[in-house]
């Protein structure tokens, strides 16, 4: 496993809203994190990235324990991050945004031209400042500055959220590209039919507890095990 979470208990001062949640995520392997709103699934990859570290149980990265490393360290081991809120410097271009991504990890580098050629529309928004781009013109950005960072794991936090149905079908090919080049995604998603049409797991969350994980495909076509979990059947 490139990634393993073991039992962790998550809080925001005392307010416990994670209870001994376990994950794990293999190198080439997409795993899709679903579950209701405030279930607790931006804590968890909050506590990946030891921006709200977990107090109890334990998170292993490429067999390194990284509970309570600093979250800086963490990112240079080679962990991405596309947040939900996507966090671009507003008043820098998007040349400056994507290139505060880049560093080298023990991972593949991935190239500006690259990120480009995967988001078409970057190349000729270079020079524009982040604040006056789309909502789905920012999300570009955010998931190119965390290929920059050459990840061998990315935490993307609902990355289809707000975005054209095109711009998501480029979105999941660059998760099927990641996950053939031997990244592990880890992907909270909102749109449940999204994430289950790249996962090759899903592990559900519902307040602060794991109450499913196994593979995606039962989840696609058994409608009333989704129903039970997820209270959508489509
Ligand atoms: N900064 C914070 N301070 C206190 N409580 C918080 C904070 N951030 C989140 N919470 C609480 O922690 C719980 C889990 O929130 P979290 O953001 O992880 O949920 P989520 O599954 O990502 O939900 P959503 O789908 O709405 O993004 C919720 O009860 C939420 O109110
Ligand atoms: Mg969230």
Known sequence: M??????????????????GVSLAVAAGEVVALL???????TTTLRAILGLTP????????LDSDVTRRATHLIARMGIGWVPDDRRLC???TVARNLALGIKRTRFRAWTMKEVCEIFSPLAYLMDREAENLSGGEMQMVAIGRA?????????????????APRIVQDVLAVVRRLRDEGVAVLMVEQNVDTALAVADRAV??????????GPAGPLRDDRALRQRLLGTAA
């Open 54 to 61: 977990a107090r109890r149980g334990r998170i292993t990265f």
């Open 147 to 163: 290929l920059l960072g050459s990840p061998g794991l990315v935490l993307m936090d609902e990355p289809s959220q707000g975005l």
């Open 90 to 92: 507003p008043t820098l």
């Open 35 to 41: 579950g209701a709103n405030g279930a607790g699934k």
């Open 204 to 213: 559900v969350l519902d307040l602060g507890r794991v109450v499913h994980s």
């Open 2 to 19: 490139m990634l393993d979470v073991e039992r962790i208990d998550g809080f925001y001062g005392e307010t416990q809203v994670l209870f």
